[in-house]
């Protein structure tokens, strides 16, 4: 396959891939949709437990870690779209801090990585600022819990996990040790 852009002059800037069947190796098939992901919620006591890596070496994967903001305070904006990207931002902050703990922790923020991570079967920590700010069914509130319940619902998860937190009224979300 060749690309090439059209320029004035007598070159062309562009790419070409070749490929032929003796240099390939085995073929890897992802699914055509991604598995349906375990959602869980980490508080931030969960997140400094010294045994973390094992809390994760138990979970079923692939799986969706979700966090609230740091334990610090946020900045106070005067405009309420300004907080809000402020109050999500914070929860991408400790996403960070998270992923910091362990290796196997890869932070994504859009529905493709999300999408990505998921077919690869690993652990991913949500930063919601952009599927939160771009979604066509935005989520009725954005407390961490309830934007953690509402990724849940729009991947389909097969299971909400809470450490560290209560279930909130009518949820089927389990809570942990």
């Known amino acids: 396959m060749r690309i090439e852009k059209l320029d004035r002059g007598p070159f062309a800037l562009g790419v070409e891939i070749v490929r032929s069947a003796s240099e390939q190796g085995p073929v890897r098939v992802l699914p055509e949709a991604p598995p349906d992901p375990t959602i869980v919620f980490l508080s931030n006591a969960t997140i400094a437990r010294d045994d973390l890596s094992v809390l994760l070496d138990g979970l079923t994967l692939p799986a969706i870690l979700c ?14 779209l300004a907080q809000r ?21 890869v932070v994504v923020d859009s529905r493709t990585e999300l999408d990505w991570a998921l077919r690869q079967g690993g652990i991913s920590v949500w930063a919601p600022s952009k599927l939160v700010l771009d979604a066509a069914r935005a989520p009725i509130s954005d407390e ?34």
């Open 144 to 177: 961490p819990l309830a934007l953690a319940l509402w990724l849940a619902a729009e991947f389909a998860a097969d299971d909400v996990l809470l450490y560290g937190v209560a279930a909130p009224e009518g949820s089927t979300a389990r809570v942990m040790d």
């Open 67 to 80: 966090v609230g903001p740091g334990d610090g305070a946020a900045p106070q904006a005067d405009h309420p």
């Open 85 to 105: 990207r402020i109050d999500l931002l914070a929860i991408e902050q400790n996403a960070w801090v998270l992923a910091a703990r362990d290796a196997r922790c």
